[in-house]
């Protein structure tokens, strides 16, 4: 059962953070929440959140982080938690932005690669 502000979705739950400083402010405001980035392992759970998103109205003009970056090596995406990531069910085309743009991010359609400094939104994840 989730507390108060989470939701449940596909056996987690997730709670929508708003007003962070990049990827590290997402992943410190889970962490005060006592959850995580979301790490999306699979295709249900992808349009599990993607749906949430839009259930909310949100469009694709808003962004979110999740876990996963691929900082220390050039597209070898990992967690937080430092494992390979063995899902990441990229948008066509993504990820495109090479060594500027090591995090990812989700909207209510897209699943991308995204600079660590430039969204300031992020789903968490109990």
Not at 8 to 18: D, K, R, S, T, V
Not at 25 to 33: E, K, R
Request: with cysteine; hydrophobic share 35%; proline share 1%.
């Amino acid at each position: 059962m989730c507390g108060y502000g989470w939701i449940g979705l596909n056996l987690a739950c997730y709670q929508i953070i708003y007003n962070a400083t990049g990827r590290d402010g997402a992943s410190a405001g889970c962490q005060s929440l006592g959850g995580h980035l979301a790490l999306i392992s699979d295709a249900q759970e992808k349009a599990a959140i993607q749906g949430y998103l839009a259930s909310l109205g949100l469009t694709d003009t808003d962004k979110f982080y999740i876990d996963g970056s691929d900082a220390a090596e050039e597209g070898v995406w990992r967690t937080e938690a430092g494992d390979v990531m063995t899902y990441t069910g990229w948008t066509s085309g993504q990820p495109d932005g090479g060594t500027g743009q090591n995090c990812i991010g989700v909207s209510v359609t897209r699943l991308f690669d995204a600079r660590c400094t430039s969204i300031q939104c992020a789903i968490c994840e109990m």
